[in-house]
T-cell receptor, first 113, second 111 residues
């Protein structure tokens, strides 16, 4: 049963530190999404990749966040420097086609102190 | 900006009861999806509705897309503790990839 995997599952760090979150999309999926979930804002799209190319990062704070896909099996989301307001659950999702089903990973729970 | 409002935010009911949750917007969506999210996990897609007025059934769950494709409802018959979770609606609007999510309805079904 193919699943999206994310590491780490939990991360506690101090303000100002760099945070890197990793995602392995389902093999054969060519779309990858990064979302952030908070109680106040719900689920928000941060970045979207198709065939490893970044097509939309309008939801991401540009000065501190960056998203990449070094290869088809790995997507990364980095925050540098991290701030307490970045505390949230970050989800990666992958899919076969635009508009189709998105399969979510279990999330990375980030706490920035 | 497209927004989806879900109501109620919280719902706590007894096993066996029926319930309906709503997802409303002033915007038109090309399709609407419903997800269920359990604690510590990511959302899992339940259904996609595409046509205005469409009704889809998934066992005890009935999903309806409004005629104008601006709203949707989820009805659960004879709720069970296993139905407990956060129910999210998400609309596909101006782009063919960007989902707009509602904030969800947190359902608790007590045995």
């Amino acid at each position: 049963d193919a699943r999206v995997t994310q590491t780490p599952r939990h991360k506690v760090t101090e303000m100002g530190q760099e945070v890197t979150m990793r995602c392995q999309p389902i093999l054969g999926h060519n779309t990858v999404f990064w979302y952030r979930q908070t109680m106040m804002q719900g689920l928000e799209l941060l970045a979207y990749f198709r065939n490893r190319a970044p097509l939309d990062d309008s939801g991401m704070p540009k000065d501190r966040f960056s998203a990449e896909m070094p290869d088809a099996t790995l997507a990364t989301l980095k925050i540098q420097p991290s701030e307490p307001r970045d505390s949230a659950v970050y989800f990666c999702a992958s899919g076969r086609a635009e508009g189709g089903t998105q399969y979510f990973g279990p999330g990375t729970r980030l706490l920035v102190l | 900006t497209q927004l989806l409002e879900q109501s109620p935010q919280f719902l706590s009911i007894q096993e066996g009861e029926n319930l309906t949750v709503y997802c409303n917007s002033s915007s038109v969506f090309s399709s609407l999806q419903w997800y269920r999210q359990e604690p510590g996990e990511g959302p899992v897609l339940l259904v996609t509705v595409v046509t205005g007025g469409e009704v889809k059934k998934l066992k005890r769950l009935t999903f309806q897309f409004g005629d104008a494709r601006k709203d949707s409802s989820l009805h659960i018959t004879a709720a069970q503790p296993g139905d407990t979770g956060l129910y999210l609606c998400a609309g596909l609007g101006g782009s063919n990839y960007k989902l707009t999510f509602g904030k969800g309805t947190l359902l608790t079904v007590n045995p």
